[in-house]
């Protein structure tokens, strides 16, 4: 008796640790929704003791209103494409060489980004099959930390391939 007991208190417990949810969310217990020139918007009541109400021009925002979640926003599912890039030297002076090697042609987007966010260069070049080199002269920008972001579209399909580096440029 007791070995069955403890037999359905490990299934009851594994039961109950695999329901739970991994991503916070918040259930709204009273209240309800109501869909207005084609916005959802959900409302809540019993939630805060205090009551604060932002304002703009074309919004008014009071808490117990709910932001609904839009399942379109996430990760893009990115088709994998074998390939390797390597960025080198970092930390550089001047040139940043940008050798790719890919299995098909197409073409190599490059951003240069300060650490702001703020792209102060972009180049485009054609690829072809194999491994290619490219350079990116960082002589006109001052010292300091940059981000390169690579993005490869290959002609052949619509996967693609993106990476992002960080180079050191020093006088």
Known sequence: ???????????????VGHSQSVMPSAYNSAGGSK????N????AFAEMMLVNTAVTPNVIVTSGVLQPVDPNVGLEDLQAIKGQVNVFPSPTTDLLTIETTFDNSGKL?????DLSGKTISSNIASLTSGTTTNTLSLSTYPAGEY???????PVCNSAKYTQTFKVQKIN
Do not use: D, H, P, Q
């Open 1 to 15: 008796m007791k070995r069955n007991l403890i037999v359905v208190f490990w299934l009851m417990a594994s039961f």
């Open 40 to 43: 959802t918007y959900e409302w």
């Open 147 to 153: 981000l390169l972001r690579i993005l490869y579209l």
């Open 109 to 113: 987007y490059y951003l240069l980004i």
């Open 35 to 38: 869909v207005i020139g084609g």
